[in-house]
């Protein structure tokens, strides 16, 4: 790593502030807790001619939960998400999933909404500026192939590893966007495009590991908003090599809801695997009766038909997408039987 190129820093207080400032300094970057970006700017990823810190707006920081409803601000620390009482409580998949990023420093400083807009990665892309240099610059920085997949004509295959988007995803979430053309809501679903196929080109609503958000320019995340689901039961797991500061080789969020021995509803959605973090979609077929074969079965079925087995981290791909299958039937098994 290189010592930090110069920047500017500004601090708003106020969210009229903080659009302001971003409307002035087209090519800055949002800091939060900086855990992502100040490693990107250290690797000579990035190197943004302003930094505009975000943890002086109080509209940013709430976190609100209960029985009905949570809504989470974007500079919301991790830590203080995992430990609020009515989020364990009522949403104990999202509690879960913030427990599990990294290590405890990390948490203490790293954001809802920097967790959110995390950037993709891949074993290639992770790596110092001298490391890039020596063997080809990728797809995702200045190079035009992509090493993951090198015929993939144009295509990225960086992967998405935040963990509290698939957590989100089994509780239906949106989140409140605030820009330059004002404030707008959108499903948390609708936010991630890096679909990564080969077959089509990259577009606003279909992307990929480059291109992976559907914010507009100047455009961040506010808030996380979900509803609660009587009777949802929720949780949160992954693998990883280490047990702190590493990526998931597979994050898995499970909800589900029984109706005595009936499956009534599964929810279940993916992080580490795809250029986006992936609900699953067909799992409504498979409720309505027992837990049984059937529903092993098809849930085997769906994360082969969707979860990528690309090699981007050092395990091998069809190791994380079997790792991701194990996983949801754990959880799912876990939950069911209360």
């Known amino acids: 790593m290189d010592a930090l190129p110069n920047f500017d820093l500004v601090r708003p207080r106020t969210l009229d502030e903080l659009v302001a400032a971003r409307r002035s300094h087209r090519d800055s970057r949002l800091l939060g807790g900086g855990t992502d970006l100040m490693v990107n700017i250290r690797r000579g990823i990035v190197a943004p001619p302003v930094l505009i810190d975000v943890n002086g707006v109080a509209e940013l920081r709430a976190v609100k939960a209960d029985a009905q409803s949570l809504e989470i601000g974007a500079a919301a620390t991790l830590s203080e998400v995992a430990a609020h009482p009515d989020v364990i409580k009522h949403y104990p998949v999202v509690a879960q999933a913030a427990a ?48 993951v997949a090198p015929k993939s004509r144009g295509v990225c295959f960086a ?5 509290l988007a698939p957590a989100l995803l089994t509780l239906d979430a949106e989140i409140g966007i605030v820009g330059p053309a004002g404030a707008r809501t959108m499903p948390l679903a609708a936010l991630y495009i890096g679909y990564a196929r080969q077959d089509e080109p990259v577009t606003e609503t279909r992307g990929d590991g480059k291109y992976f958000l559907a914010l507009r320019p100047g455009e961040f995340i ?4 979900a509803g609660n689901t009587p009777g949802l039961r929720s949780a949160y797991d992954k693998i990883r090599i280490r047990r702190s500061i590493e990526y998931p080789v597979a994050g898995v969020a499970v909800a589900l809801r029984r109706d005595g021995q009936t499956l ?75």
């Open 100 to 147: 599990h990023i990294a290590g405890p420093t990390h948490r203490n400083m790293g954001t809802v909404g920097g967790n959110l807009a995390l950037d993709t990665r891949c074993i290639f892309y992770n790596q110092s500026e001298w490391w890039r240099d020596a063997n080809n610059h990728c797809l995702k920085t200045t190079g035009t192939i992509c090493h």
């Open 264 to 338: 009534a509803d599964l929810r279940v959605a993916f992080t580490g695997t795809n250029p986006r973090p992936v609900r699953l979609a067909g799992t409504a077929a498979l409720c309505g009766g027992a837990l049984d074969d059937r529903v092993w079965k098809g849930l085997d079925a769906l994360v082969r038909d969707q979860i990528m087995a690309m090699k981007t981290t050092f395990t091998p791909g069809h190791y994380r997408r079997r790792v991701a299958a194990v996983l949801a039937r754990r959880l799912t098994a876990r939950l069911f039987a209360g």
């Open 159 to 163: 992967t998405f590893s935040g963990d």
């Open 222 to 225: 506010a808030a996380v908003r």
